[in-house]
């Protein structure tokens, strides 16, 4: 029996030069009143959607549309516990025309400097990882 | 590790709209899947969706420093295990 043939769109990135590399995506926040695309490190460690760096989370007004504290959430980490602001925002990736809401998140009390996109995202996406060529693509 | 100095008006409002929650919570079981919208220390109404939320805030507050925007009856997992921070906070 012939199986079907399927046309299917794919966008790939380059990994991000870490030693050793990491499988990255580009991803546009729509924050309140500003739009942000930014790299995003893939970190099937971290269990959520997006965690975010403190200077992109000041630069998309995300304090405008925060969820009440009570929701803000607590990591349990080798290193203790580590609080998190969360804010909802609409996310794209552009080159798909795939738009998300999203639950965006960063540490309340430290500043953080990385973007990470964790599993409860990446678990949405079809992803192919290609470590030979240090490129990670997103299927349609 | 380098603590964060946020804007003293954002935490004034956030701490003002966050008592205001606290105040509206257990009246708004009517409002389930829609947005709730709190800002300058007022309930400022309820928006079928996210956008409207927004568009609500921009127009009713425009000056906010600090916004409530939440969907109503949504579960949000507060505690989580996070075993590789470690690494993320070098």
Known sequence: MAGNIRKAKIVCWKYIRDKPPTPS??????GVGEVSESVFRVDTGYPGQLLISTDLYNKLNLH???LPEEDFGIYNTASGLVEVKRSEALIEIPQLSLRLKAIIKTPRYFIFKRNLIGRELINKLKMLLNGPEKEDCIIE | MNLIKEDKRVIRERRVNN????????????YKGKYILIAKGKFLGVASDFHEAIKNLKSKAPDAKHAIVKKVGRIIEV????PGILERLK
Do not use: F, N, P, T
């Not at chain 1, 995506?25 to 729509?30: D, G, N, S």
């Not at chain 2, 505690?79 to 996070?82: A, G, H, L, P, V």
């Open chain 1, 25 to 30: 995506m580009e991803i546009k926040i729509y």
């Open chain 2, 79 to 82: 505690e989580r295990e996070w």
């Open chain 1, 64 to 66: 405008l549309s925060e």
């Open chain 2, 19 to 30: 008592e205001i929650y606290r105040k509206v919570k257990s009246e708004l079981r009517d």
